[in-house]
């Protein structure tokens, strides 16, 4: 597979967490070595880009960005499960017939 | 995940992320017709006589999210190990140039020298002095004008052996720039060396 170039930094690791992407770009040439970008999966645009000077720093940044992520679609799936739990037992109680 | 490989697999799962910290790389893999464990995260090395891939160290489970979450930690824990090997390290990591040597060249016998390793060999993570600084001790590509590529040597710091290309080896190392602790090192090394023979 050829090498993608985003702003001539070459990305080197990618990481898909639902429909986000981050990922690491280097640049030996640039006065910051190292970006995380995030990304709308399978698209190419590239934005908020936080840059660094070495890969180790490129890499945490990169976790802590999937993590953030990752917590963001567990409250979202925890919210979605409550409504669903209000919803049918509203449904339950609607159901319940009259004495 | 290396951008320039094709498909990865670690049995039926095919590899959608990798990430190489230290000694170690960290593995995401999926293999969606195991519908009770599509997601599996493992760890894999090379740390043995022939190169071969290792993988160890497999979780699997149905969820997503949780593996993923595995897979990061993992990543982190490798980051965290790296950081409190290099705080271990007790000589400026400063690493080695071109300026530090007489450059490689096929027609230096490298034998019993001290050479420096290419940092651009060497995993971003690992380019420092204590990495870079090793005792060629033989191999076909350690001889001048050899069509040979294998070097051995043993690290100055760690006593660790490695098998390195000829082309890795970036140049002798100039004696006024060896640091004291290489020539303790060095010294330590020698006499183990004789010792054997």
Known sequence: MDQEINAGYVITDRLTIGNTEFVIGQNENAPAKFVTWKCKKGEKNYYWGHYCNDRMTALEDLCNRALDEIHYLRSLRQEKDANVKMAIQSEKKSRVPER | MKMDEEKRMVDTYEVKHAI????????????NTKTDYPYMVCNCTWDNPLG??????????????E????????????????????????????????????????????????????????????????KQ?????????????????????????????????HEDILGTLKPEYMPDWAKERLKQIQAGRQAKQ
Not at chain 2, 52 to 65: E, V, W
Not at chain 2, 84 to 107: M, S, W, Y
């Open chain 2, 52 to 65: 071969i891939d290792h993988y160890f160290n497999a979780a699997a489970s149905p969820d997503y999210l």
């Open chain 2, 67 to 130: 593996m993923m979450t595995e897979y990061i930690s993992r990543v982190t824990a490798q980051l965290e190990a790296v950081k409190a090997e290099r705080d271990k390290i007790t000589v400026p990591l400063q690493p080695f140039t071109l300026e530090h040597c007489i450059p490689n060249d096929n027609g230096q016998n490298l034998e019993n020298k001290v050479v420096i390793i290419r940092p651009e060999r060497l995993r971003p993570e690992y380019r420092t002095a204590d």
């Open chain 2, 133 to 165: 600084l090793v005792l060629a001790t033989g191999g076909f590509g350690a001889h001048a004008n050899s069509r040979g590529r294998a070097v051995y040597t043993v690290n100055l710091y760690s006593g660790k052996e490695s098998r390195w290309n």
């Open chain 2, 20 to 31: 190489h910290v230290g000694d170690k790389e960290v593995l995401f893999a999926v293999d």
